[in-house]
């Protein structure tokens, strides 16, 4: 069985992911919001969706709505995969004959099924835009580590000790809220930007 059922009451399947099944409304800002970033090992609990609006709300202040829409998105994946952390992907790609790591190629499918969902699967395909979604990603996990985490017992990779963190303000919240802040958020970023793309 490689489908799971959803919030919306849909049989999502994982190795054949289609947008018709992506829903924004329950599906996606709920199991955000009830995912911890690094596992829940935080200060207090920090979720995916808080992540993703932080992200998102930092490239709207910097005039940049595209990053912003696709930053929203970026982690959509997890409200089906879970959110399985960096280190644990790569211990996976380690084990596996041939360094093809699967885990990525799942993810890619289902951001892609997310991205068309939402209208915006031209984001997806914007390498360039895809650079900036990743850099200011490790912008955030940098000022997220400092602030939810602590000293770091020794360094990390040194794309995340490099990184200079973005101007962030955490504070503890309820996946209620994490889930009503990413659908406005949704409206807000990636709804008019999709209205442009099919207008355009």
Not at 65 to 93: C, K, M, S, V
Not at 101 to 119: E, H, L, V, Y
Request: proline share 8%; charged share 20%.
């Amino acid at each position: 069985m490689t489908w799971m059922q959803t919030r919306s009451n849909r049989a999502f399947d994982l190795l054949d992911p289609r947008p018709d099944l992506v829903d924004f409304h329950f599906d996606v800002p709920l199991a955000l919001a009830r995912i911890n970033r690094f596992l829940g090992h935080t200060l207090y609990p920090w979720s995916v969706a808080q992540h993703c609006v932080a992200g998102a709300d930092w490239a709207t202040a910097q005039g940049n709505n595209r990053l912003a829409a696709a930053f929203l998105l970026h982690d959509a994946h997890e409200a089906y995969l879970g959110d399985i952390t960096t280190p644990a992907a790569q211990a996976i790609g380690a084990l596996i004959p041939g360094g093809r790591n699967p885990i990525k190629d799942i993810k890619r499918a289902i951001d892609g099924a997310i991205f068309a969902a939402a209208g915006l699967g031209s984001l997806l395909d914007d390498a360039a835009l895809m650079r900036e979604v990743a850099d200011l990603d490790l912008r955030l996990l940098r000022a997220e580590r400092d602030a939810l985490l602590g000293p770091p017992p020794q360094p990390w990779i040194r794309a995340a000790e490099t990184a200079e963190p973005i101007a962030v303000v955490f504070r503890p919240s309820s996946p209620a809220v994490d889930a009503e802040i990413w659908r406005s958020r949704f409206v807000g970023y990636a709804l008019p930007l999709a209205a442009v793309a099919v207008g355009g």
